[in-house]
């Protein structure tokens, strides 16, 4: 199992009542920690409306994840 | 002006002038640096300050130079007296050479050996016109900063930004980019004052609602610098008219509030060659990016290759917003495209800021470009569906029940079983499912799509359309404006 440090943002912190957390996870991808965590919470939001980012770098959904790796995943936003 | 008469406090001016040519050496790494003041009485076109460096680099040099040159003027308390032909005469304070307008030849002087001439000021000249020297805005204090310079804010004063949207975003990279002393400035704005609006764009009073946001804000920021130049265009940006305005402008700052404006403007950017400085804003949170024209840069597209579509992320009820959350983002992009126009370094790589003032953090998220991405010149894309053909108005639920077409309400699970609306509506399809990929709605059938306000109907419907969905349509205002 990896730690994995996974941070929300805009309409997914709302829907997931918090801005970040930590979690063992098996998911060997940031695709499978989506599903993993959209279940879980209740994303409404589908992968390919987000980008994810793996310490600090914008990464494919298919790259592999490793322990103590910090994930963020965030949707567009229009406001202004 | 016949001649000049220069009076210093000489211990205290020797002191702070050595402290600054040491300064300079230290900073910019060179070998030797000198700086005299004459003090006394100089005839025009004679040399009143002489600046020598000496470094294996020419930049430094320069560097070094206008460092000196800038801080003497602004630190060391050297005061001029010009005498008038007419016999008339008036102490100024050095630090006000430094301000531009006032004194336009000193982009030129950035030299090594520097010599700067007692050419006298254009202020002078205004003073026996009889306008006030404290009608016009004094940079100095920017101009103080090394980064900076006279030199510097001659760029600004040069240069040009277009800001899409005079809102959250808009009002405070509008003031900062007019006080800071941008020569010409474009305001693209449609909208009129709205009373809620004032919470977070202070730019406007109460006696403002109703009137255009262009026109007012153009009208306070002459107040902050008279001398620029603000074009006002009262009405909304998109394909057709941002490829025009954008070519008479050096930077765009996107301060938009919507996806389809936000990317037009991306495009109209790139295709131009232009940098722009986008933001966005969602509740406490904010992102910050900019494009720059370079082979490497990644543009907005690179980064969401299949453009939002606006309504689908996020929630239908308007997301609400505490000022200051638009103001932090709207002063970043005012900064950052003070420094494209200084010729500053912008950052080190290009990244997406996300800034969340809730919890007070800031991630940069490092992006790439997408070689997949097209940043060749090529036509505007337009919006094939004109999203006000997608939407039907009914003054009742009934009446929407009555028109023959086939009712979709798409909010999610939870929002229906606290809102049963009255009447039979036939499908339940949450937004969400849509997202997913449902293929569950035939496609042959005629739908009014209905959610809680019309925002992610209207949404949807857009979406459903460009799928090949021929009759689709969107219930305006949503079941909020038939519940009655
Ligand atoms: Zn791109």
Same mark, same amino acid.
């Given at each position: 199992m990896k730690k994995i440090t996974l941070q929300y943002f805009a309409v997914l912190r709302e829907q997931a009542g918090c801005s970040e957390e930590r979690l063992e996870t098996a998911a060997a991808t940031p695709a499978e920690l989506y599903e993993e965590v959209r279940a879980r919470?209740?994303?409404? *939001?589908? *992968?390919?409306m987000l980008r994810v980012a793996v310490n600090e770098e914008f990464r494919d959904w298919s790259s592999p994840l490793e322990s103590s790796d910090r994930v963020v995943f965030i949707p567009p936003v229009a406001g202004g | 002006m016949r001649r000049l008469e220069y009076e210093a406090y000489a211990a205290l001016a020797e002191r702070e002038g050595e402290g600054i040519v040491a300064e300079a050496v230290a900073k910019y790494g060179v070998q030797h640096a000198a700086c005299i003041h004459r003090i006394g009485d100089l005839a025009l076109g004679e040399m009143a300050v002489w600046v020598g460096v000496s470094s294996r680099h020419r930049a430094e040099a320069f560097a070094a130079c206008r460092y000196i040159i800038d801080e003497v003027k602004h630190r060391v308390p050297i005061w001029k007296k010009e005498h008038y032909v007419d016999g008339d005469s008036g102490w100024v304070? %050095?630090?006000? %050479?430094?301000?531009p307008g006032a004194h336009e030849s000193h982009a030129d002087q950035i030299v090594t050996p520097l010599a700067e001439g007692a050419h006298g000021h254009d202020h002078a000249h205004a003073h026996a016109a009889m306008t006030p020297q404290h009608a016009l805005p004094d940079f100095s204090r920017q101009i103080a900063l090394p980064e900076v310079g006279a030199a510097g804010q001659q760029r600004l004063r040069a240069g040009s930004v277009l800001v899409i949207g005079a809102g959250g975003l808009g009002v405070p990279a509008l003031q900062y980019l007019a006080a800071a002393g941008v020569g010409r400035i474009g305001i693209v704005e449609g909208d009129v004052v709205e009373a809620s609006n004032l919470h977070r764009q202070p730019l406007y009073g109460v006696a403002d609602i109703g009137k255009s946001k262009a026109a007012v804000a153009a009208a306070r920021l002459r107040e902050l610098n008279p001398e620029a130049t603000f074009a006002v265009h009262a009405e909304r940006a998109g394909a057709g008219n941002l490829v025009d305005w954008l070519a008479r402008y050096d930077v765009v700052v996107d301060c938009s509030d919507n996806f389809a404006t936000k990317f037009t403007v991306n495009d109209a950017a790139v295709i131009l060659g232009k940098p722009a400085v986008f933001a966005s804003v969602y509740q406490y949170e904010g992102q910050l990016q900019v494009y720059l024209p370079r082979e490497d840069w990644p543009c907005l597209r690179c980064l969401w290759p299949e453009a939002p579509r606006d309504g689908?992320?996020?929630? %239908?009820?308007q997301a609400g917003v505490l000022g200051p959350v638009p103001a932090v983002l709207g002063a970043m992009q005012a900064m950052q495209a003070l420094k494209i126009l200084l010729g500053l370094p912008v950052e080190g790589a290009p990244a997406l800021h996300v800034f969340d003032l809730l919890g007070m953090h800031w991630r940069t998220l490092h992006a790439a470009r997408n070689p997949a991405c097209d940043h060749s010149p090529r036509e505007l894309q337009t919006d094939?569906?004109?999203?006000?053909?997608?939407e039907l108005a009914y003054p009742t639920l009934a009446a929407a029940f009555a028109s023959g077409l086939t009712l979709v309400d798409i909010r999610e699970p939870w929002e229906r079983a606290r809102d049963v609306p009255a009447g039979p509506i036939e499908w339940h399809l949450p937004l969400s499912a849509f997202l997913q990929g449902?293929?569950?709605?035939?496609?042959e059938g005629r739908y009014l799509i209905v959610c809680a306000h019309g925002v992610r109907s209207l949404a949807l419907a857009g979406h459903l359309r460009a799928l090949g969905y021929p009759a689709v349509y969107s219930l305006a205002g949503g079941l909020a404006a038939v519940s009655a």
């Open positions: 919470h209740g994303f409404t *939001l589908p *992968l390919s | 304070n %050095c630090e006000r %050479c430094a301000q689908l992320v996020g929630n %239908c009820a094939a569906i004109d999203p006000a053909a997608l449902s293929t569950a709605l035939p496609r």
